[in-house]
Nanobody, 118 residues
Framework: VQLQASGGGLVQAGGSLRLSCAAS????MGWFRQAPGKEREFVAA????????SYADSVKGRFTISRDNAKNTVYLQMNSLKPEDTAVYYCAATLRGISSGLSGYDYWGQGTQVTVSS
């Protein structure tokens, strides 16, 4: 399974970005992020059908995960961005069902950099 994340960039605080990840509709998908000097952390996840979603407390109400299985794409809409959201964002896939843990995912894409300036 090859995952391709895109959509990162530089944005001012309060701005928005939408990340995309090309993936098969058979997989539950997750977004994780890793800031410099920090461990990779969970951001959001969505079941293969899109019916179940999960978010980290730090992004609830600001980020929305969604998917379009007809296009084999998962999205992460990020609004009200903060400087602390600056990180490399990774998408990941699993056949084992939605998970918030790194070990719950079998396939990882390359990261896309998100930088939020204050």
């Amino acid at each position: 399974v090859q995952l391709q994340a895109s959509g990162g960039g530089l944005v001012q605080a309060g701005g928005s970005l939408r990340l995309s990840c090309a993936a098969s509709s058979s997989y539950a998908m997750g977004w994780f992020r890793q800031a410099p000097g920090k461990e990779r952390e969970f951001v959001a996840a969505i079941s293969w059908s899109g019916g179940t979603k999960s978010y980290a407390d730090s992004v609830k109400g600001r980020f929305t995960i969604s998917r379009d299985n007809a296009k084999n794409t998962v999205y992460l809409q990020m609004n009200s961005l903060k400087p602390e959201d600056t990180a490399v964002y990774y998408c990941a896939a699993t056949l084992r069902g939605i998970s918030s843990g790194l070990s719950g995912y079998d396939y990882w894409g390359q990261g896309t950099q998100v930088t939020v300036s204050s």
